[in-house]
């Protein structure tokens, strides 16, 4: 939200109060707190008629300082809070006349106390970011006329009340993040409401809302809000990122790096590790689509059309239709066309598959599932006190799951479970955006506090109990919508994306942005949602969401099974999944790595590659884990432009090399586009094609990319139960590269892909 008009002008809707003065300042525990009056202090009459900012900073973790500013400190705003695993660290204060200084680890805060500032600063003296002149305020917007004499409005003070930061930005510094959105990657020059809705993906809305950021400059700021929190990303002004909350108290963490998998570990060290998916999971899905027509026979013949063509298959997923129109969700199959539930999904789980059921939290009503919730009041209640909270969008007559209900998610999840029972493995957990705010909640949460932090226990309590019924190891969903936190509950897809190469491109800059944001694992609808994609769109988009952490393949209104676009297509998806499938050893190890260090799968090249300036904007490639480089194709002439950064690259189909450090621009055809290996890698590849669940350890090939003399490589071996089996390592000395294994392993095979490898000597042992 802005607050002024120009550098100059404070907007006529606002009145602004700016901390101006460190008047008072004391060692809190864990830190200090800082009483800023709202102008300067010059004598005692200064301090009558005067609001005062307090500020606390606080040592939260390694590297993390909490700043929390207040206006009124009495004020309860009843808002829903994040949970988060606070650790503090051993920290120092000093406070002199002129200045104030609180250190933790590798960083410090130093308030000013002349000329009221603060700054985050290195230990070698280097400012990090600052808040200075008129950086930091409580804001009175669209204030109510108020007067001292016996009126009605006497002393109401009422209004539209914010409190407001802003942190500089230095040239050319770039910032990320912000949940899944899908307006451009860098998001200087953008405002950004972390408000979720249902807005699909072409659009500045999102569904996936996350009031975190990172730069470029090693830091990340992480705004502890469920509310809307409004950021001006240079926007406002164009030095500064600004962000602002309702009400009387602005809380935020401060992440120091500087390299971006420590920050990373650090923001979800705070707000929670992601759950490792399981190993099946990675293969290929197969949805029904949403309105097409299905029952078993349509289903099996999808299956066995499949098996027939020789593509894996690891999941399939039934969409809305499971259950009857205007039923959504009694959570009840359609018996008129799936007449055998428990016996089909034995049917299909002996083919070795699992099985996705499509379910949301809005119930609509006429069903006996929706009187129950009526009845045992489970359901969000409306606030003018008229019964049950009830609207037309979506479902007819719906109303809305209460998650704060202890009693109403038993209820849920207890329809759910019964739904596990007859066979099904997992859930699509859809929708959890269209949250309304006239409402009332059993636990009297704030509403609007609630319309984000919804989703996070709705999925919470899916994924409750799927870790209670299939185990710890065998626990995932498919959700569109999130908040911060919500990375503990794995997967999440892209939302509703549309069959056209600019769409596929937003696809990516969301999915690069969410990973920015403390997501590890993320999928898409392959060749898009809405419409039907063209064959060459089609294999364009397969061998993109092939080497996403996930791949599935739905839409909207026809089915996406291979045959039906080219005969073409069949080899593409069977290609691009036998493929993942040989790489699970590779990207297994990254998912157990994202899994205890929160660092991503799907990387942007920034992550990797923070000091190169290259990388700063690139929106259309990435890297899968630390070592393989993707660049999808956006185009029907199979084109590509790609940067590869400083190296000697390996394609990992052809064994071409390119030296980085330079763009690149090829032609493709539907079986190859960019992917390349990085320098000094080990990259483990299996035995096993036809599945993503596998004995890693067995019969593996042992790749070794362009090791340079005197460096070092080394590659972790996991189990599909994330334990970590082996480890490989790989040194070179002169002409020779030297490999041991932790364990010794059977059938193992190496391969050299060096320019010299033939003057190149391999011991191993």
């Known amino acids: 939200m802005k607050y002024t008009e120009g550098f100059w002008l404070t907007s006529e809707r606002a009145r602004i109060h700016y901390a101006s003065d460190a008047y008072f300042v004391e060692e809190i525990p864990n830190g200090m707190r800082v009483v800023a009056p709202t102008r300067k202090i010059n004598g005692r009459g200064d301090t009558l008629n005067l609001p005062v900012i307090t500020i606390d900073f606080t040592t939260a973790g390694k590297n993390i300082i909490s700043v929390r500013a207040w206006h009124f400190e009495a004020y309860e705003s009843g808002e829903a809070r994040f949970p988060l695993n606070t650790e503090p660290q051993e920290y120092s204060v000093k406070i002199s006349d002129d200045e104030a200084v609180m250190t933790t680890g590798d960083i410090s805060v130093v308030v000013d106390r002349k000329d009221f500032s603060y700054s985050f600063v290195t230990n070698k003296g280097a400012v990090i970011t600052k808040c200075g002149f008129r950086n930091l305020s409580y804001i009175f917007m669209d204030r109510e006329i108020s007067t001292m004499l016996p009126q009605d409005n006497y002393m109401r003070q009422q209004g539209k009340n914010y409190m407001m930061n802003e942190l500089s930005l230095q040239p050319g510094e770039c910032v990320y993040g912000f949940g899944e959105r899908f307006t451009p990657f860098v998001k200087n020059g953008q405002n950004i409401e972390t408000w979720n809705e249902d807005g699909g993906t072409a659009s500045q809305i999102a569904y996936k809302s996350i009031p975190f950021y990172m730069t470029n400059k090693g830091y990340a700021v992480f705004v502890d809000n469920t509310d809307d929190v409004s950021f001006e990303v240079g926007s406002e002004k164009v030095e500064c990122v600004g962000f602002s909350v309702p009400g009387e108290e602005l809380r935020y963490y401060f992440i120091y790096g500087p390299d971006a998998k420590d920050i990373m570990k650090g923001y979800t060290t705070l707000t929670g590790k992601p759950a490792l998916p399981p190993a099946w999971s990675f293969g290929l899905w197969l949805s029904t689509s949403f309105t097409t027509n299905y029952n078993e026979e349509t289903t099996s013949s999808f299956i066995q059309g499949m098996s027939d063509r020789d593509i894996p298959l690891s999941v399939f997923h039934f969409d809305c239709f499971w259950m009857k129109e205007f039923h959504w969700c009694d959570l009840d199959w359609d018996e008129r066309v799936f007449p055998d539930v428990k016996g089909m999904l034995k049917r299909y789980h002996d083919r070795g598959l699992k099985i996705c059921c499509w379910i949301n939290p809005y119930v609509a009503q006429g069903n006996d599932f929706f009187r129950e919730g009526v009845k045992n009041g489970y359901f969000l209640m409306r606030a003018d006190g008229k019964g049950v909270k009830q609207v037309d969008e979506w479902q007819c007559g719906m109303a809305v799951i209460d998650f704060t209900n202890p009693a109403a998610v038993k209820w849920f999840t207890d329809k759910l479970r019964s739904i596990l029972d007859m066979g099904v493995d997992c859930f699509k957990t859809d929708f959890g955006e269209r949250i309304p705010v006239d409402v009332k909640y059993h636990n009297g949460a704030d509403p609007r506090s609630m319309h984000n932090f919804y989703t996070y226990l709705y999925n919470k309590a899916v994924f409750g109990l799927l870790k209670e019924v299939k185990g710890e190891n065998e626990a995932v ?66 061998a993109f969401g092939l080497m996403s952490t996930h791949s599935r393949l739905h839409g909207s209104t026809s089915y996406r099974v291979p045959w039906l676009f080219d005969e073409e297509s069949n080899d593409v998806v069977r290609f691009f999944t036998k493929l993942k499938c040989t790489m699970m050893p590779y990207i297994y190890a990254k998912a157990v790595e994202a899994h205890e260090t929160g660092v991503p799968v799907m990387r942007p090249m920034v992550f990797e590659y923070m000091d190169d300036p290259a990388c700063a904007y690139l929106d259309m490639q990435y890297m899968l884990g630390d070592a393989l480089l993707v660049a999808p194709i956006f185009n029907d002439k199979g084109t590509v432009s790609y940067y590869l950064p400083e190296g000697k690259w390996t394609h990992l189909l052809t064994g071409e090399k390119r030296e980085g450090g330079r763009y690149y621009s090829d032609t493709y055809d539907y079986f190859s586009m960019p992917l390349y290996v990085g320098p000094d890698t080990i990259l483990i590849r299996g035995n096993t094609d036809n599945r993503p669940d596998y004995d890693y350890t067995d019969n593996i090939t042992v790749h070794i990319y362009e090791l340079e003399d005197g460096h070092t490589a080394t590659a972790d071996i996991v189990n599909t139960d994330g334990r970590k089996v082996n480890s490989i390592t790989a040194v070179r000395c002169g002409n020779e590269i030297s490999v041991k294994s932790d364990v010794k392993i059977a059938d193992v095979k190496y391969e050299l892909h060096m320019e010299d490898k033939g003057a190149i000597r391999l011991v191993t042992g």
């Open 477 to 542: 969903l498919f959700a569109r919508s999130a908040t911060a936190g919500c990375q503990q509950f794995p997967v999440h897809w892209g939302g509703d994306c549309s069959a056209s190469y600019p769409s596929m491109a937003e696809t990516l800059r969301g999915g690069l942005s969410f990973a920015m944001s403390g997501f590890s694992f993320w999928s898409h609808d392959i060749s898009g949602f809405e419409y039907t994609a063209s064959p060459d769109l089609y294999k364009r988009w397969v």
